[in-house]
């Protein structure tokens, strides 16, 4: 399946947005993912929340969201065994002193189907929720469960079946311009590429270093996460997930427990996040303000990096000064929610490939994306 005449193309960092972009890359280019752990989507991929939300984010963030949706709704025949999407439903709740954010919040995403909810109403559809906790809120029954591991399975199916090489446990330590070509070193291999793309999550800033990019200013940021059991007896999978008007907190339910989080943005190094036992705690003191549970016994609690340029906006485009180099990171939180969009521009750009309508017609204008704006 080598085409010489195609680019060669490698990928560092095999999370969703190495691994979806490696996917659609696959028939374009002779393209080889590399990626440092052993298993791929290690880092921020397998740590995320799981929600599509189209009322979340930059106005680019949600093209991207829209654009990505029918690629989730109906992935490619043989894709994967199971639907990607489930809906899940999602209801920002505010006290009463929060209802400003909560009415501010509605406002903004006038361009997305949210129902404003009084309080009898939220609290009918939230029974666990506190009696006389919210004055209001609304719902946006659009969100949706992501499964992100069959995603990521049916990228990496995609990838393999179409002449993709997948290079795991090695890290790039060097990058290096040899005329036309980039010279890279990861773990005992070194390669050669036409193009070198930069999906390397948290880690991005400082992989740009090592090639002699200027980096963008991009900021990790950890998030916190722990599951706990629902009350005896109360089923909870159709529950919708809870959000906090003020993004304090969020709860959501998760594989047969309940899903929690203090929603925080702790600057961090790019490394292998774990919790502050604060972040937890706190995550489980706001909640049960809200929640009238009784939790024994913290199941598991993880956290990941949600890593953002300075408008939090995603970037996806060549370095302007520096042919051959790509940028495709600054995913911050909406980065599984958004790869078929930013996977599919990723592949035109590099590749020629075509645009598939969905982004042609819903996503941003590429320019936004482009890292050129921060040059
Ligand atoms: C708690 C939490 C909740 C979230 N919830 C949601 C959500 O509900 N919906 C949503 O859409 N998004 C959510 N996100 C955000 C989403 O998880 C991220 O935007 C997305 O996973 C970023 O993907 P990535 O591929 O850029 O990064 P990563 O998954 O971190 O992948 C980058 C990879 O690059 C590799 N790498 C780095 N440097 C090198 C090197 N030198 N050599 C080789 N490999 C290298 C790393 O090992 C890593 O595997 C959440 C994130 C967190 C932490």
Same mark, same amino acid.
């Given at each position: 399946?080598?085409?010489?005449?195609?680019?060669?193309?490698?990928?560092?960092?095999?999370?969703?947005?190495?691994?979806?972009?490696?996917?659609?890359?696959?028939?374009?280019?002779?393209?080889?993912?590399?990626?440092?752990?052993?298993?791929?989507?290690?880092?921020?991929?397998?740590?995320?929340?799981?929600?599509q939300?189209q009322?979340y984010g930059s106005p680019a963030v949600r093209a991207l969201t829209r654009a990505s949706d029918?690629?989730?709704?109906?992935?490619?025949?043989?894709?994967?065994?199971?639907?990607?999407?489930?809906?899940?439903?999602?209801?920002?709740?505010?006290?009463?002193?929060?209802?400003?954010?909560?009415?501010?919040?509605?406002?903004?995403?006038?361009?997305?189907?949210?129902?404003?909810? =009084?309080? *009898?109403?939220?609290?009918?559809?939230?029974?666990? +929720? %506190?009696?006389?906790? &919210?004055?209001? $809120?609304? @719902?946006?029954?659009?969100?949706? =469960?992501? *499964?992100?591991?069959?995603?990521?399975?049916?990228? +990496? %199916?995609?990838?393999? &079946?179409?002449? $993709?090489? @997948?290079?795991?446990?090695?890290?790039?330590?060097?990058?290096?311009?040899?005329?036309?070509?980039?010279?890279?070193?990861?773990?005992?291999?070194?390669?050669?590429?036409?193009?070198?793309?930069?999906?390397?999550?948290?880690?991005?800033?400082?992989?740009?270093?090592?090639?002699?990019?200027?980096?963008?200013?991009?900021?990790?940021?950890?998030?916190?996460?722990?599951?706990?059991?629902?009350?005896?007896?109360?089923?909870?999978?159709?529950?919708?997930?809870?959000?906090?008007?003020?993004?304090?907190?969020?709860?959501?339910?998760?594989?047969?427990?309940?899903?929690?989080?203090?929603?925080?943005?702790?600057?961090?190094?790019?490394?292998?996040?774990?919790?502050?036992?604060?972040?937890?705690?706190?995550?489980?003191?706001?909640?049960?303000?809200?929640?009238?549970?009784?939790?024994?016994?913290?199941?598991?609690?993880?956290?990941?990096?949600?890593?953002?340029?300075?408008?939090?906006t995603p970037?996806c485009?060549?370095?302007?000064?520096?042919?051959?180099?790509?940028?495709?990171?600054?995913q911050g939180?909406y980065g599984i929610q958004t790869a078929p969009a930013m996977a599919a521009l990723?592949?035109?750009?590099?590749?020629?490939?075509?645009?598939?309508?969905p982004v042609?017609?819903l996503g941003p204008d590429p320019?936004l994306l482009?890292?050129?704006?921060?040059?």
């Amino acid at each position: 399946m080598i085409n010489e005449s195609q680019p060669t193309v490698v990928l560092i960092g095999a999370g969703i947005a190495g691994i979806s972009a490696a996917a659609a890359l696959a028939d374009h280019a002779q393209v080889t993912l590399i990626e440092r752990e052993t298993q791929p989507a290690y880092h921020a991929t397998g740590r995320s929340a799981a929600i599509q939300s189209q009322a979340y984010g930059s106005p680019a963030v949600r093209a991207l969201t829209r654009a990505s949706d029918p690629f989730l709704s109906a992935p490619p025949d043989g894709f994967s065994e199971h639907p990607l999407l489930t809906p899940r439903g999602l209801i920002s709740v505010a006290r009463a002193d929060q209802l400003d954010h909560l009415r501010a919040e509605y406002e903004e995403n006038s361009d997305s189907a949210l129902t404003w909810l =009084d309080a *009898d109403e939220v609290e009918s559809r939230l029974p666990l +929720l %506190r009696r006389g906790y &919210a004055v209001a $809120g609304f @719902l946006n029954a659009d969100a949706q =469960d992501i *499964d992100v591991h069959a995603l990521v399975q049916g990228y +990496l %199916r995609q990838f393999r &079946a179409a002449g $993709g090489r @997948l290079i795991r446990g090695a890290e790039v330590t060097e990058i290096r311009k040899t005329g036309d070509h980039w010279q890279l070193r990861a773990g005992d291999d070194i390669l050669q590429a036409d193009i070198v793309v930069n999906a390397a999550g948290a880690w991005a800033d400082g992989l740009a270093r090592i090639a002699g990019v200027n980096p963008i200013g991009l900021e990790p940021l950890r998030r916190s996460a722990l599951t706990f059991r629902p009350p005896e007896g109360v089923d909870t999978a159709a529950m919708p997930m809870i959000l906090d008007a003020e993004e304090r907190f969020y709860v959501k339910p998760d594989a047969g427990m309940l899903l929690a989080s203090p929603a925080n943005e702790s600057p961090s190094d790019p490394v292998d996040s774990q919790p502050e036992d604060i972040e937890i705690a706190e995550a489980m003191d706001r909640v049960l303000q809200a929640l009238d549970l009784d939790v024994r016994r913290i199941e598991s609690k993880w956290a990941g990096l949600r890593t953002f340029p300075p408008d939090r906006t995603p970037i996806c485009g060549f370095d302007p000064d520096h042919a051959g180099f790509f940028w495709l990171a600054g995913q911050g939180g909406y980065g599984i929610q958004t790869a078929p969009a930013m996977a599919a521009l990723a592949a035109h750009l590099i590749g020629g490939a075509p645009l598939p309508a969905p982004v042609r017609d819903l996503g941003p204008d590429p320019a936004l994306l482009s890292p050129a704006r921060f040059r």
